[in-house]
């Protein structure tokens, strides 16, 4: 079976990771995606380490499979190579902030003239409404601001940044769920639609828990005091004998009393929601028990039990382990002229329609000169355009 949005073209205008991750989970669908840059540097994203024979790993694993045209927009000739391009596209994906697309005369009213089927998915900080929605951002800045790094911590109250870019990579999987939405309303109305993505909103999306305690009781999230981070002894992290860590979350009351027999705290069986005060002296036990033992003699131990304690890998670990391993969550594929490598697969198994494990990744305007004689340039015409930086050759 074919990639189930095959045949489906992406324009991206997008850079560094929410947007390219959005449309590499277009790509992995089956979805041709032409990565629109600058005639500059183009996407910041080639320079971020490592580097691996002068490609960055990081721009290879969001831009796969993709084509490069490097345009400058801000030229008469360079807008018009892109407003030949609209009619056969389904899909814009963009990424700047709220006024730069209309002063560039890509704006959504201006390109669905041209193509009233164009879905357009303006992905940015704050959205396009609101007194923040200038304000430039990066993902830590738009968690600080949703309350995530506020319930994220340690019990001193220092907010730790987490190891993930999560608004970033939440709000991808939000951009990309949109335009699939939009799909499905094309497929109905025939006409496309305006989507306005935002990582601000995408992150406070992911407050469920928080903002549900907060209003039903007006009590504030506090780090280390809630129920997912630390308040109760079955859902916790700790140390073992070796400084390793354990993730135990023991949450049903069978799975808890199965893991205080392991532990040799049978008294604890009825303990698992006692008060502050008896809490504490849980928790206490249990910190010591776990210290006598390292982390793979209680691997040994639980696995057998079947518990959800699992312990905290490092990222070595997580690339060797079996369900990885068992899910093709990284394929190794053939980069042509590179190197063979793995990727990050696509998160999702579907029992009909396939996906793709896409390997090469484009240098800036690599397919400049295939994509403008797509469009009835001639050889000449290209050169000229060129010449005169318009367009970049890859």
């Known amino acids: 079976m074919p990639a189930p949005l095959e045949g489906l073209l992406v324009l991206d205008f997008t850079r560094l990771l929410p947007g390219p991750f959005a449309t590499q989970l277009l790509g992995n669908l089956g979805a041709d995606v032409i990565k629109i840059e600058d005639t500059g540097m183009g996407d910041y994203m080639r320079t971020v380490p490592p580097s691996?024979?002068?490609t960055s790993y990081a721009y290879l694993m969001v831009n796969r499979g993709k084509r490069s045209l490097s345009v400058d927009l801000k030229t008469k000739?360079?807008?018009?190579?892109?407003?030949?391009?609209?009619?056969?596209?389904?899909?814009?994906?963009?990424?700047?902030?709220?006024?730069?697309?209309?002063e560039l005369g890509m704006d959504y009213p201006t390109l669905a003239r041209r193509n009233r089927k164009l879905i357009y998915c303006s992905f940015s900080g704050y959205g396009q409404t609101g007194p923040a929605k200038d304000v430039p951002g990066h993902d830590i800045t738009f968690e600080a601001h949703a309350g995530i790094l506020g319930v994220s911590g340690d019990h001193d109250g220092h907010p730790a940044i987490p190891g993930v870019p999560m608004a970033d990579l939440a709000s991808g999987f939000n951009a990309a769920m949109s335009v699939l939405a939009a799909l499905r309303t094309r497929d109905r109305t025939g006409k496309g639609e305006f989507i306005d993505v935002s990582i601000f909103d995408t992150a406070v999306s992911l407050m469920v828990l928080n903002l549900a305690r907060y209003l039903a009781t007006g009590e504030e999230p506090v780090a280390g005091e809630t129920l997912l981070t630390g308040t109760f002894p079955f859902y916790n992290l700790y140390e073992t004998s070796d400084g390793r860590w354990l993730a135990v979350a023991v949450v049903e009351s069978k799975f808890w009393s199965e893991m205080c027999e392991l532990l040799g705290v049978p008294e604890l069986t009825d303990a698992q929601f006692s008060d502050d005060r008896e809490r504490a002296r849980v928790a206490g036990l249990l910190k010591t028990r776990f210290r006598t033992k390292t982390r793979a003699e209680w691997e040994a131990v639980f696995s057998k039990a079947n518990l959800p304690i699992v312990a905290v890998k490092s990222v070595a670990e997580l690339v060797k382990d079996p369900q990885v391993r068992a899910r093709d969550l990284l394929p190794v594929v053939d980069v042509p002229g590179l190197w063979k490598m793995p990727v990050i697969g696509h998160p999702a198994k579907h029992s009909v329609s396939s996906?793709?494990?896409?390997?090469?990744a484009p240098e800036r305007?690599?397919?400049?000169?295939?994509?403008?004689?797509?469009?009835?340039?001639?050889?000449?015409?290209?050169?000229?355009?060129?010449?005169?930086?318009?367009?970049a050759l890859g």
């Open 355 to 360: 996906t793709r494990n896409l390997a090469r």
């Open 365 to 391: 305007g690599e397919d400049t000169e295939a994509i403008l004689r797509s469009l009835g340039y001639t050889p000449k015409q290209i050169e000229a355009l060129a010449k005169r930086g318009v367009v």
């Open 52 to 54: 691996i024979q002068g």
């Open 77 to 102: 000739e360079g807008r018009e190579i892109l407003y030949q391009l609209v009619p056969k596209a389904d899909i814009l994906m963009e990424q700047f902030r709220p006024h730069v697309m209309k």
